[in-house]
């Protein structure tokens, strides 16, 4: 079994940027593609979108569109960790954020979520 633990969010002014981490642990031999989701406020956590995902071994990666440019995912597979750089945040990135395992693309394990509040 794979468990994360994301960490990194807290409040910045629109604009603004932050960096989240996630440390990979558990089962990580043959690791298929870890990704960032996202809980907007009032969604429940089964509604999180996809932020961004890249798999482990080739490091393809995908991006939600409301992001292209602005995120970046990387990832250590040294260190196993995975980590996402936001900049110019906007007020529509608030949420909270989890970085979740995804096998064949469908999440098996739900990471620690951290809190993203963006404020214009």
């Known amino acids: 079994q794979v468990q994360l633990v994301g960490s990194g969010g807290g409040s910045v002014q629109a604009g603004g940027s932050l960096r989240l981490s996630c440390t990979v642990s558990?089962?990580?031999?043959?690791?298929?593609?870890v990704g960032w989701f996202r809980q907007a406020p009032g969604e429940h956590r089964d509604e999180a979108d996809l932020?961004?995902?890249?798999?482990?071994?080739?490091?393809?990666?995908v991006y939600a569109d409301s992001v292209k440019g602005r995120f970046t995912i990387s990832k250590d597979n040294v260190r196993n960790k995975m980590y996402l750089q936001m900049n110019d945040l906007n007020t529509a990135d608030t949420a909270a954020y989890y970085c979740?395992?995804?096998?064949?693309?469908?999440?098996?394990?739900w990471g620690q979520g951290t809190q993203v509040t963006v404020s214009s």
């Open positions: 979740n395992y995804l096998n064949s693309l469908r999440i098996t394990s």
């Open positions: 558990g089962y990580t031999l043959n690791l298929d593609t």
């Open positions: 932020v961004a995902r890249i798999i482990w071994t080739s490091g393809s990666l």
